[in-house]
């Protein structure tokens, strides 16, 4: 197949155009135009995502945990899958702390910089912190609460509720896994057909995005921008050091830890794996959503890296909410930068209450985008930093949110491909077969021209 029929490179094609036309408009000031009749289809295609993720989660999980042969098996996965998640989450704390103390971004923000951006975002800033104040005002155990949902429509009809939907959707599973099969069955075939629509509905979306992420891309540097593009420039040249700062952090991340660690434990090498995952990554990329990227993600998984059905519809929607490694590594950096900037010099037990603080803020944040940030409100305050500090990011906030986005699916299927090695469940991938849609137009089972590189189960 050439390789501008497969679809991560129509995706990354799509997104390069998404920037170049984002930098042309917002120069020539096709603000307007941009809003009116370019970013509609980003938002379709956000919205079509949104729309399935709810009954995505919900379906994959409760046959997922149904299908399990016992509590026993479900004990054990879950126990691994969050086992895994939170060391990973762990060491990208670390990863971030080590960097920001080493490259100290803080130091290069002039301080005129730092008033002038105090006052422009000091809105912004108060309604972050009415936020993040009301969370943290409603006593320590209130997120366990908050899991528990009293209503579960209202629960399903706010995507940024999804670890609810994940609760309900578990507690579904492990009751229809109780009860006498024979009552059991009907209604798990009724989420088993549900979840085929929602994957067939999947590779139907997918058809559209590269036009989604175009648009999405073009209007973000658009509304970024705005008509003041040499204002970016000079936000981005005081700043620069600080994103460089995460991104490198990202970057390690990425392209060190998790190939490491899926070299350790699985026989799935990079050449595979990051090809499998790209459309995913784009779509994360774009969107600043893992929520919204997780029917991707999924298809991704199973398809292209041959992770099985069963662990990646238990292991990725878990993920998806509380896996957040990119979150979690941002925010160690964001806080330490922030501390550096104020002139606060944070000591070594403050730093290591950050890891604390964010392993429990990344698995709070919901999968949507700019999460991120109102969660940081929660660490700063916790370390004893004007939370008014974010004033500082905020400006910058959506490029960096859209890479740890990126970062955060990658992990997410990273585990899944090692949950599934060590349960005997990593398959040989059957192919893109998002490529294969898009380009044909048929929604058929894998009928074999992959466009991942088959590889032995047992070699990298
Ligand atoms: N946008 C991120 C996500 O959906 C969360 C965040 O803001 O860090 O994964």
Redo the contacts with the bound molecule.
Sequence with gaps: MPWYRKLHWQIILALLLGLIYGIVAATQGWIDFTANWIAPFGEIFLNLLMLIAIPLILASLVTGIASLADVKKLSRIGGKTIAIYLVTTTIALVIGLTIVNIMEPGSFVPPELREQLEQTYSEEVAEREDIALEAAERGPLQPLVDIVPRNFFNAASDNGNMLQVVFVAMLIGLGLMLIPRKKAQPLIDVFDSLNELVIRLVGMIMLTAPLGVFALIAETITSIAGDQPGQVMELLGALGYYMIAVAIGLGIMVFLVYPVILKIFTPRSVRTFFPGIAPAQFV?FS???????LPVTMECAEKNLGVSEEVSSFVLPLG?TIN?D??AL??AVAAVFIAQTLGIDLSLSAQLSIVLVAVLA?IG???????????LVIILETVGVPAAGIALILGV?RPL??L??MN??TGDAMVACVVAETEGQLNQPSGDRLSKEVLEGVVEDGDGSASVEPEPTSTS
């Design positions: 994360a969107t600043s959503s893992s929520g919204a990227t998806a957040m990119g979150t941002y925010q990344s944040t919901a999968a949507v985008p700019s999460a991120g940030i109102v969660m906030d949110d859209m740890r986005t955060n699916i």
